[in-house]
């Protein structure tokens, strides 16, 4: 490599950690925003719906619960639950460590007996009479979900669950306690935006529920990313799964070798069951759901020369064409995701290679 290419190639590295420590620094600003936004909104007066005083406060309880979680024997279930998720599909989705913690919370990890809340149950003795014991295990309910903001009075928030991929309402409108700073008062202005949280039963004979605490705020005509983390996590043993090309480097170059032996073409029609939906980027207008509805390339010959590309009814009148690697399927039951998933992997590395080749 000669001196003027090594001078471009620190270059390039060095703006490319100005620009990590830039994203880093503005996730910072907002985090200091919305802790300072946070402590100037006062708690609730009440908490509705507790059955006994030992629940008078859940938010501190379920504080209470996250750190004994953190020095139980589950602790170690829990970080490697939060690791799987971290390598699974999901690995791009912002904080989604955050998100794996909040699920095995309520749910545990996918496929383990060990249940976090009947643990802390057990641990806690006494403390707790038998109806207070039975509504903190309400709480293994958690669902998470797409939330329209309502209206907040009497110390409750009103929620309408929203479907996540066509963000129309799924139910009725339903009044909840917050687990969150500040409680429902956070919520206040935020009426008509979508909540993405998880949200249990809490005094079922009162109708009321309760949003957990952890979640974001987003505006309701721009919530196309959040089906990804909500399709996911309903999805858990699909997302939990660490994908082997993300474990390590050995694990990478055995992926590697691999795929430059595959027929892509014929393992991707065995794999991607098309109609699935999407997230997709579509240049000025931004995320949009859409169904995939079938495949473009239609021979090996074309994938060799083209690469994989599908098809899609962006409106009624327009058809889209959109490359394989575009695309962020929302089917995780399936092996389209997984599919999806290793051919992009792919493509990234070899067009890697490729451009260092050049150099």
Known sequence: MSSNMRREDKKRR????????????????????????????????????????????????KFEFSQWLSRSSGSDLMRRFERN????????????????MEEFFWHGAANDSWQPIDAFLTAHGDRF????????????????????????ADDLISLRERDPLTMQPVGDWVRAIALNIGGVNAYASQKGSVSVTYLAPWAPEQNIYCAM???????ANDCASAAVLVQGMRNIKAVAVPLPFRTGKVALQQCLEKWLQRDWFTWMKEHVRCPFPALVTLPERGQRILTIDDWVTQTAEEAERIGLHFC????????GVLGGTTLIPLDFA??????????????IITDNLMQRGRR
């Open 14 to 61: 060095r703006e490319k950690r100005q620009s990590k420590g830039d994203r880093a620094g503005d996730r910072v600003d907002d985090l200091i925003k919305m802790l300072d936004r946070a402590e100037n909104t006062p708690p609730p007066a009440t908490f509705p719906g507790g059955c006994d005083p030992s629940v008078s406060r859940p938010d501190a309880l």
């Open 85 to 100: 998720i971290k390598h699974g599909l999901l690995c791009f989705v912002p904080e989604i460590d955050h998100w794996a």
């Open 129 to 152: 009479p038998p109806a207070a014991r039975e509504q903190i295990k309400l709480w293994k309910q958690a669902k998470i979900g797409c939330y329209e903001v309502g209206a907040c």
């Open 213 to 219: 605490g952890y979640g974001m705020g987003m505006p």
């Open 312 to 319: 899609a009814a962006i409106t009624p009148e327009e058809v």
């Open 334 to 347: 399936g092996s389209t995701a997984t599919a999806l998933a290793e051919y992009q992997a792919f493509r």
